[in-house]
């Protein structure tokens, strides 16, 4: 391809050098007429001069032709070969001047013609290198009739000029290869500095796209985030009121513990959106592909939008389908779940439908609404972070406009291509594509276990937030665990030292909150107490911190990560996990 654009900017080249060209033959030609009018017949040089002219406006209509018409790698050789042509007609109109004008006894005649050939011959290496073919066949044909002339003609300087002339033509081809290696050089040089520019340019306009996205995303975020944080600090304050006039009414308790419950709810699933959206940036998701049945996973959405329809009063149909496909069910789910609430939150009449259809060895599945529908300069927007086209006002009741980014990334994971067919006022069409199953055996089922129950551990838990420390040692403590808790891997090693004084104080699982105290982290504190221990031990780190280059490195380290804020479910959850799938070493 490279090549290909260098021999087509050669060729423009070589054309554009054809105006000057033309320029010169005008005005030489006249000189031409004026010296050789007496010693040429009229007629021949009528002749002459008015085929050369004709030449020069057939180059000129040519070149007019050329750069006002596309050119591809096929038809720009025809247009080098055509120009060639040109050059080399007009090269044995010259050389024909050279037969008549190559007079001895005649030496103002002969000095004229053999300055003008020489000239002709020596222009040739700017002109005409771009296209050595070109140049060649242009210089022969000029010094070949005045060569065969010296040949024929009895003089005292034929010989001599006849080696002047060899000697010419040699060195115009050693400058015209020369002049054709700078030619290529300089043209791939331009070439690649303008792939550099226009790559350039890209990389600054996704850039300043990225800071305008990252502005809209802060902003939006940090709206987002405030709401229920400022619910909850005026519920809290709500209570300590109540608190300060006597004992609270069980009533008043219940509510308050509701609201705030919500609130926490509405920042955990804030935070946990854009968990997800940092663990698919950071490429940490792993894809376990199974083979699906449609008719089940169609019917366990029926099921779980049910009674959203029913509260919209939409009409909730489902096409169901026997066919089987091959793709991580979890994850195929969670698109189909977030496509399926953006179509009955923007839906206000009519319905939504769920079915799908088969293109070839795969199966786009389709969600179908009577919405608002999308215009088609805002449709690519819908799937970045916050973008809410009909939610200017970020009602949170209308969701956190992070659904349609979320489907976006795990489409792309999953490399299941994401369409999107809308028309204002009619409605829209989001599907995704995915490739049929190759096999036809029992689906998979996927799920997640339910965790055991009445599993208890020695725990260490590292915490530098005495709070946060306090919450979760009394918490672990209830489910029946034993705690050695501390805010550093030191402070953890004194307290189980001393509980080892006492008698056994076996360690099943570290629990480790990320950032430390003195710029330690849960993952060096880990690696300490494992060390003190002489074994590896599951551990859970407990982070805020969604930056994928986290997200990498804890998932490394093959300890659990837990996000902040997380529920004593979750926690109970990830210990249970952590304690059954770990294969412990057995102690000495």
Sequence with gaps: MHKDKIRQALIELLYRNSYGVVISNIVISGAAVYVLRNAVSGSWL???????????????????????RPRDSRSIMRWAWLAAAFTWASGLLWGTLGWVGFLPDAPIVLSFTVIVLTGLVCGTVPSLSAFPPALIGSILVTVLPIAVRCILTDSDISGAFLFLLASL????????????????????????????????????????????????????????????????????????????????????????????????SNLGGLLN??????????????????????????????DEFAAEANQRGLDWRIVNSDLLIDSDPMMLRRILNNLLSNAFRYTKAGGVLLGCRRRGNSVEIQVLDTGSGIPADQQTMVFEEFMQLQNPARDRTQGLGLGLAIVRRTAELLQHPL??????????????????????GSPLQSGRPSPAVGITAGIILVEDEKEVADAMVRLLTLEGHRIYA?????????????????????????????????GATGLDAIQTLCDHI??????????????????????ASRARILHKPIT?????????????????????
């Design 419 to 440: 369409r999107l067919v809308s028309v204002p006022g009619r409605g829209s069409m989001f599907s995704i594509t995915v490739p049929r199953a190759r096999s036809v």
């Design 169 to 264: 033509v040699a060195i115009n081809f050693y400058y015209c290869r020369i002049t054709y290696r700078m030619l290529r050089e300089t043209v791939s040089l331009r070439l690649e500095n303008e792939s550099l520019v226009g790559h350039l340019q890209e990389e600054r306009d996704r850039a300043q796209a990225a800071d305008r996205a990252k502005t809209r995303f802060l902003a939006a975020a940090s709206h987002d985030l405030r709401q229920p944080i400022h619910a909850l600090s005026l519920l809290v304050s709500t209570l300590a009121i109540l608190g300060q006039r006597g004992n609270v009414a069980s009533g008043d308790a219940r509510d308050l513990a509701t609201r705030a419950k919500s609130a926490v």
């Design 273 to 302: 959106a854009l968990l997800d959206i940092s663990r698919l940036d950071a490429g940490i998701v792993t894809i376990a592909n199974e083979t699906v049945s449609l008719r089940d996973l169609f019917r366990d959405l029926r």
């Design 46 to 68: 009528a002749g002459w001069v008015g085929a050369l002219y004709l030449l020069i406006i057939l180059r000129v209509l040519a070149s007019r032709r050329f750069f006002s």
């Design 534 to 555: 002489g074994r590896r031990v599951p551990a859970i780190i407990v982070t805020g911190d969604t930056s994928p280059s986290r997200l990498k490195e804890v998932s």
């Design 568 to 588: 004593g479910e979750e926690l109970r959850e990830a210990i249970h996990a952590a304690l059954e799938d770990f294969e412990p070493e057995p102690r000495g």
């Design 486 to 518: 501390g805010r550093s891997a030191e402070e953890v090693l004194r307290v189980h030292s001393e509980a080892l004084v006492a008698g056994s104080a076996p360690v099943d699982l570290i629990v480790a909150d990320y950032r430390l105290q003195h």
